[in-house]
């Protein structure tokens, strides 16, 4: 099964071997184009999706390199500058409670710059179909995830089963295989 066709994938990290290295990795692998770019702002430019993954608490990413209609992922911290959260259509968590214990969520709530009633959704609503998702095409998506654990395990099952299923991988030798 697959979600999207993508003609293009950018990426970048602090060092210029390994975001070559990557994208040569993964242009082989996928058959399309992987670029590398020198910086967070040539990946996220004209992006339909960005995906932000960074252990940094620096801000990554500046809400007006967002074209319309694109939707940003992120995985942790500060990788979309607070300030911009107000200015994007939808903003979608994983789970309030969850998010107001990082630090760096619940200051910028403390401080004004994102109040609850500026929410869209939690994911759970937009998954079971309480909340739609995209409505309009120019609509600028913010989805931020720090992680809950129910989803964490099924992306691991689904990845194991897929890495079962591909003959991927290789064991641990601390694992057991199955019996």
Not at 66 to 79: N, Y
Not at 81 to 106: C, H, I, L, T
Not at 158 to 163: I, K, S
Request: charged fraction near 30%; glycine fraction near 6%.
């Amino acid at each position: 099964m697959k979600l999207y066709t993508f003609e293009e994938i950018r990426c970048t990290s602090r060092r210029r071997e390994t975001r070559e290295a990557f994208a040569k990795h993964w242009s082989a692998e996928l058959g399309i184009p992987v670029r590398a770019c020198d910086s967070i702002e040539a990946v996220v430019r004209g992006a339909d999706i960005v995906v932000g993954g960074t252990t940094s608490s620096d801000i990554m990413t500046r809400e007006e390199w967002l074209k319309p209609g694109s939707t940003f992922i992120s995985l942790a911290r500060r990788e979309l500058d607070p300030a911009g959260w107000v200015r994007m259509d939808k903003v979608v968590v994983d789970s309030w409670e969850m998010n107001m214990r990082m630090p760096v969520f619940s200051a910028m709530v403390g401080s004004g710059l994102f109040r609850r009633d500026q929410l869209y959704a939690e994911i759970h609503e937009v998954v079971a179909g309480q909340k739609p998702g995209r409505t309009r095409d120019d609509e600028r998506i913010l989805i931020h995830t720090t992680g809950l654990v129910s989803q964490d395990v099924a992306l691991a099952h689904h990845l194991f089963t897929r890495a079962k299923e591909e003959r991927r991988g290789i064991w641990l030798p601390a694992a057991r295989p199955p019996a």
